[in-house]
């Protein structure tokens, strides 16, 4: 199956399914059988790969918005976003659905320890991007919640878009920033 067909697939779904409601006192019931979970959904859009069909951000008076889909990498695409528009630096904020890998910085090692959580709602994300050695640097950290109202944060490591999709705001600053890897910590750090 091809990306097109399986997000037109994915989008007559989900319009299926909000439509729903709306009939449920005129269709039987099996009228939606067909319909996919949003895991089939998800794994379906995550197997097709490739350059996505949609647009995904738009400019605002103090920066953009941006949303992303279930699959999508949000450190790949704020890193694609922020080398296409040449953004000097920016505040980043979002919400939305996701698989997250948080980690804690272990000082004696100089590394992070890591712990990935499926299926979380990220309830708040907030950080940067900056640049490091002329490629985009993002830091953002975040707390998650799961099914049974625990939440986890700190540091994300890496964040995929979960069943439904993630809202991104970034705010924009005129002036490039940098970050460099401190000696004494072993961490990178934002100059201003």
């Not at 009228?31 to 996505?52: H, L, M, W």
């Not at 878009?161 to 460099?180: F, Y």
Request: with cysteine; charged share 15%; proline share 3%.
């Amino acid at each position: 199956m091809d990306e097109t067909y399986l997000r037109r697939h994915f989008f007559k779904n989900i319009a299926m399914l909000s439509a729903g409601a709306a009939v449920a006192s005129i269709a039987p019931a099996t009228a939606f059988a067909q319909a996919a979970s949003p895991a089939e959904c998800e794994a379906g859009v995550i197997a097709a790969g490739s350059a996505d069909v949609q647009q995904r951000y738009v400019k605002t008076p103090t920066g953009y918005f941006m949303v992303l889909r279930m699959g999508d990498n949000v450190f790949e695409h704020l890193s694609r976003f922020a080398m296409a528009e040449s953004i000097p630096a920016a505040s980043v904020t979002a919400i939305g659905f996701g698989h997250a890998t948080f980690g804690f910085w272990n000082a004696n090692k100089k590394d992070f320890d890591a712990k990935t959580f499926r299926n979380v709602e990220m309830g708040s994300i907030v950080g940067s991007v900056a640049w490091k050695e002329g490629k985009p640097s993002i830091h953002i950290h975040g707390v998650a919640g799961d099914s049974s109202f625990n939440a986890y944060g700190g540091h994300l490591l890496n964040l995929e878009v979960g069943t439904g999709s993630m809202e991104i705001t970034l705010n924009t600053h005129a002036k490039r920033l940098e970050r460099a890897v401190d000696p004494c910590i072993g961490a990178n750090v934002l100059g201003i």
